[in-house]
């Protein structure tokens, strides 16, 4: 029986950069590319992946700590960059590049090799900003939404029913309105366009949670506004509310972790 097939590692997340490596067999996805290009390469090389091994890059969204290695990936010649269109229009890919765009719309899926993969609209404050939802040979399906003001429908639909979820817990709502940042920055984030804050990341859980769901990540932590205590507390006692035995990890910016999943064999 084949097992630890599909392989995530999340580089790091945060304000300052977001970036994970998705591997199935031998197909090797990079969602989004939040570092500067010798950053991403350094983060890369500590798990033993070298720029030529990409498959393809997902992007979310054209805010720097999302896309800031572009202009290196970019240079790789045909290498497929999924994206929407009103993405391309405010995303920079540099001079030098020879990569393809392939544009996306939320609700189409499409398929990377044997991974097949439904993008699907959040609500933030970018062009047109979407989500990831993978789903791969074994039956595992793994879901990814960051950067969301608020779990809008579209968001809850794709992520209902994954068996792994990699969620923003952005900030604590306490550390947030008696922290640093100026007034207008603390509404934009509290925004419904904005960021998920912890206990909003635990309540979207409550609606997509099922008896399926492996693990939980949680991601985009801000490392003015929120502990990682915090927001692992938030989803470990969500996940025990709901009478769940799901694992909960939070990723934060300098500390990657490397997850291999044990697959759905066991379940088919
Ligand atoms: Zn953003
Ligand atoms: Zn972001």
């Known amino acids: 029986m084949e097992s630890h097939v599909l392989q995530i590692d999340f580089l790091g997340s945060g304000s300052s950069g977001n970036a994970t490596v998705i591997r199935y067999e031998q197909t090797c996805i990079l969602y989004d590319c939040g570092f500067s290009g010798r950053e991403l390469k350094r983060r890369l090389e500590n ?3 070298g720029l030529d091994d990409i498959t393809a890059v997902l992007l979310t969204h054209e805010h720097r700590d999302h896309i800031g290695g572009l202009p290196l990936l970019a240079r790789r010649e045909s290498l497929p960059v999924y994206l929407t269109e009103p993405t391309n229009v405010a995303v920079r890919f540099g001079s030098r590049a020879t990569c393809q765009r392939i544009f996306i719309q939320a609700g189409q899926t499409f398929r ?11 609500a933030h ?8 939802v993978l789903s791969f040979p074994d039956g595992t399906r793994l879901g990814i939404a960051t950067d969301l003001g608020h779990a809008n429908p579209e968001a809850l639909e794709a992520l209902d029913g994954c068996n792994l979820i990699g969620l923003e817990a952005n900030h604590d709502p306490d550390l947030l309105k008696n922290g640093p940042y100026p007034w207008f920055l603390k509404q934009r984030i509290r925004s419904n366009k904005g960021h998920l804050s912890n206990p909003a990341a635990a309540d979207l859980l409550s609606e997509v949670a099922g008896d399926g769901l492996q693990h939980i990540f949680g991601l985009h932590l801000s490392e003015t506004n929120n502990r990682p205590a ?17 694992q909960v990890s939070v990723i934060s910016q300098n500390e990657p972790l490397s997850y291999a999943a044990p697959g759905q064999m066991a379940l088919l």
């Open 125 to 132: 404050d970018a062009r047109q900003p979407v989500g990831y």
């Open 230 to 246: 915090l927001a692992k507390k938030a989803l470990v006692d969500q996940v025990s509310k709901l009478g769940l035995t799901t």
């Open 47 to 49: 798990t033993a992946i």
């Open 112 to 122: 990377i090799e044997q991974i097949e993969i439904l993008p699907f609209e959040i």
